[in-house]
């Protein structure tokens, strides 16, 4: 077990440009989160998949972001036309199903800067 | 619509010495509560979570908290801090109904010195 891992873990950009993040949770586990961190924050929650259905999106999640899993497995995350405000780290989480006492694994996060 | 408070967000204390980390939160329906702790260029790690009964809850690395549900109040504990335990710690709440995702606070950095 490798845990949750993220790709790339950094990552600067200019504004306007359109940038992609990969996740690859836990090897049987059927949920799947997205976060994010600004500075001296907590993670805001943005979307989650249960396999490769997304069930539920943040008013954050503007039009300019789109997530997809497609084989209920790894995701990813798309920022398109990138804004100073998306600066942010971008974490992953994923679950069991299993009823209430599911455990969220995050992974180490990919750090967005966008100059 | 649910909200997490951490009114610190800095404690230092000394090595060896006890800590609570303070944690209220708002909910308009029953929630989960979690303590999270995360070390510079890691991921989130769970602490302790409270999911029903007994409302003081023991966690990894000697840390406790226990559930207030009058004052809505979820704070952590640790008898005697390590030098090892300076990192962040996030409170979190996940309402009891069909969402699966976690609120969190702002954070409470705790800082132990030698």
């Known amino acids: 077990d490798t845990g949750v891992s993220q790709n790339p873990r950094h990552k600067i950009t200019k504004r306007g440009q359109n940038v992609t993040f990969r996740c690859d949770p836990i090897s049987e586990h059927n949920r799947l989160y997205w976060y994010r961190q600004t500075l001296g924050q907590g993670p805001e929650f943005l979307t989650y998949?249960?396999?490769?259905?997304?069930?539920?999106k943040s008013r954050l999640l503007s039009d300019r972001f789109s997530a997809e899993r497609p084989k209920g497995s790894f995701s990813t995350l798309e920022i398109q036309r990138t804004e100073q405000g998306d600066s942010a780290m971008y974490l992953c989480?994923?679950?069991?199903?299993?009823?209430?006492?599911?455990?969220?694994?995050f992974g180490p996060g990919t750090r967005l800067t966008v100059l | 619509a649910q909200s997490v408070t951490q009114l610190d967000s800095q404690v230092p204390v000394f090595e060896e010495a006890p800590v609570e980390l303070r944690c209220n939160y708002s909910s308009s329906v029953s929630v989960y509560l979690f303590w999270y702790v995360q070390y510079p260029n890691q991921g989130l790690q769970l602490l302790l979570k409270y999911l029903s009964g007994s409302t003081l809850v023991k966690g990894i690395n000697g840390f406790e908290a226990e559930f207030n549900k009058s004052q809505t109040s979820f704070h952590l504990r640790k008898p005697s801090v390590h030098i090892s335990d300076t990192a962040e710690y996030f409170c979190a709440v996940r309402p009891m109904d069909s969402s699966y995702k976690l609120i969190f606070g702002s954070g409470t950095r705790l800082l132990v010195r030698p």
């Open positions: 989480a994923s679950s069991l199903e299993g009823g209430e006492s599911t455990e969220q694994f």
């Open positions: 998949f249960q396999n490769e259905a997304q069930l539920e």
